[in-house]
């Protein structure tokens, strides 16, 4: 089958890649600053709004357990 030059498929080289794409390597970066942020906030307030021992926790001692 003879085929016309416009219609010939070149298959002598491996196509090559642009790579990735701009969004989505700025995506992934904002993300992973996004995941370090929560991270740290969470570390840092962390000690905020807690009150050890709670007033309210049961005081048992647990040496007069036994009836």
Do not use: N
Not at 31 to 52: D, E, Y
Request: no cysteine.
């Amino acid at each position: 089958m003879i085929v016309p030059d416009s219609e010939y498929l070149d298959f002598s080289q491996v196509p090559q890649t642009k790579g990735i794409p701009k969004t989505i390597l700025y995506s992934a970066i904002i993300g992973l600053a996004m995941i370090f942020a929560i991270g740290a906030s969470v570390v840092l307030l962390a000690g905020t709004g807690h009150h050890w021992p709670a007033s309210s926790s049961m005081r048992v001692d647990l040496g007069t357990l036994h009836e």
